[in-house]
């Protein structure tokens, strides 16, 4: 083992250049994926954040006791898509209007009875925000023999849901084109430090090192490489997003759980990339 | 030690380089391996050092048999053997000492093993003061003999050498064959091809075969007829 060390250590001391190189190369490849990344998180980010204020409101008839709508919501509540149950009483109802709408605030300054009609407000979780089950909901609260009227905004959930659908699919296509880039990048240039040292390799098979012995230090080269490469290539992007959050718009980065997920995958991608390019050159000479 | 039996060798693009060849090297032999460039020596060395198998017939070497040996075993042959080469092969950012010490680090020789056995060898080719300099600071004869101590370092039971003073001057030459010669005379069989036939004639006491158009046409320990070595 400390023979693979040496080995892997002398790798990098014996040719600093191509060593470099190639780190930066893995470095630049997964700094793009990396800002894809970003850019995929804080889509996905925003959408969630919009997608909170998916909302089925059931409007309540004049008239129904305060009990049986308290008694309803506690149903509602048990709803397995339901997150919160808001029941927002008329008077409620009258006073959040001339907080929010100033501008009619003369209007209800002036009334003499309250026209605003008592409601239940149902969020649901996060997972169903989507048209079908918010339409789902609507049709079941509607159910209920006090309720006037149901809403959820269709038009603009299912607005919602194909903008969702859209980013999804350019994420997935996107995401693989520029993942498959950063491998065959990241595979040529571990091919390179391959062939630059097939002269080694030739001499180890020649006096009697196994295949295993062979391989072992590039593996661990390529492991090395990957995990500074996936290191400088967080560094950039954590640049990058500094530079976009402070002088462009408010963005999210990457949480240290992600973050420590890509640098595996930096390692995960030079390990491989190695394996497949020393048991290549192996099988051919 | 190195049988071949009716071994012939193709390959799809060049066709037959050996035909039907058979010789056997005996245990504690010194035998050469001679003929014109193209006549099929070094593929008898692959075959040997099982860097190609045989497109029929079997070669066996030291208990290895290419018809039953693994790849997985193919290591374990050649630490039994030691392989010289007219371009030397040794590494170039190593020093003379580094290049052996190598030959035994990839056998998973204990570290304390490997000092003491590198400078044994080292002294052996007479290379012993020159242990820290690199490749390009050794003449050509002083770095086939880092190649001979590298292949020495395993204790082989044979040594086989490719055109092992293709690259040397006259001088050289005759300092390493008369160290093969030292070497064979301490119990290590030689095999070495060579189209120098001013070595071969200066050992007649050697076993010689030699190779045409990828074909035996003389023996020296078979009654091969009368096509013998000018």
Redesign the interface.
Known sequence: MSLVLRETFLAFRRAPLLSALSVTTIAFSLFVFGLFGLVALNIRLTIGDVAERVEVVAYVKRGTPVEVVTVAAADIQAFPEVEAVAHVSETEALARARRDLREFQDIFQDLEANPLPASIEVQLKPPFRNATTAAEVAHRLQAFTFVDDVRYGRDWVENLDRLRNVAAAVGLVVGAAFALVAIIIIGTTIRMAVLQRAGEIAIMRLVGATDGFVRAPFLLEGLAKGVLGGLAALGLSYGAWALIDSYLIRAAFFTPGQAALGMAAGGVLGLLGSAVSVGRHLRNV | MIKFTDVTKDYPKTGAALQNVSFHVKKGAFAFLTGHSGAGKSTALKLT?LADRPSSGEVRVSGFSTSRVT??EV?????RLG?VFQDF???E?RTAEENVA??L????ARRSAIGPRVMRVLTQVGLASKANQYPRELSGGEQQRVAIA?ALV?DPVVLLADEPTGNLDERATRGIVQLLRDINASGTAVLMATHDLDIVKAMPEAHLVELQHGRVVYDSEEDAGPEAVA
């Open positions: 050092y790849g997985r290591p374990l042959l050649r630490r392989i092969r040794l590494l950012d190598f030959a680090e990839v056998t998973g590298r395993n």
